[in-house]
């Protein structure tokens, strides 16, 4: 771990020899958020110039959830999907169906989920997404079991 922090260029260089693992930890953890609060920043002022660029969209999402702000980055995208056709950017409600899911909103995410699965039925994200939640939340097992046994 120490070698893995000394070989990190944004780290100061004279760091004592007996310093902790905690200390490294917590060190990278507030570069870490740091990095992806200036993300934020960024992508949410470039958002304001732009509210339908997608790629921002789904980078200003990313930077929320990478910090563990799901219901930021919920409402992102679901202000972007607010207005797009519902048959249009799979991938934005993709991620929307994974937050929601990591945010314990299994509802929220099952409604998408089920309707990316409307358009494409073998996909292996969405299908792989469908019986994570089912184990996760226990209901319909057979259909979970049926995802993981290929």
């Known amino acids: 771990m120490k070698k893995l922090f000394n070989s990190c260029s944004f780290f100061p260089q004279n760091t ?8 490294y ?26 509210p339908s660029d997608k790629k921002t969209v789904m980078k200003l999402a990313s930077s929320y959830a990478n910090l563990y702000y799901y219901d930021k980055a ?29 945010n314990y909103e299994w509802d929220k995410s099952l409604a998408q989920l089920n309707k990316l699965l409307e358009y494409d039925p073998g996909n292996p994200d969405y299908l ?9 939340t226990f209901s319909n097992m057979m259909r979970a079991k049926s995802v993981f046994s290929v």
């Open 128 to 136: 792989l997404l469908r019986g994570q939640i089912s184990a996760w």
């Open 25 to 50: 930890a917590k060190l990278i953890t507030a570069y870490r958020d740091s990095t992806f609060n200036d993300n934020v920043k960024q992508y949410s002022d470039s958002l304001k110039n732009n």
């Open 74 to 102: 919920i409402e992102i995208l679901s202000g972007y999907l607010n207005n797009v056709p519902e048959d249009s950017a799979h991938d934005v409600r993709f991620r929307y169906c994974q937050y929601t899911a990591y």
């Open 16 to 23: 004592p020899k007996k310093t902790s693992i905690k200390t």
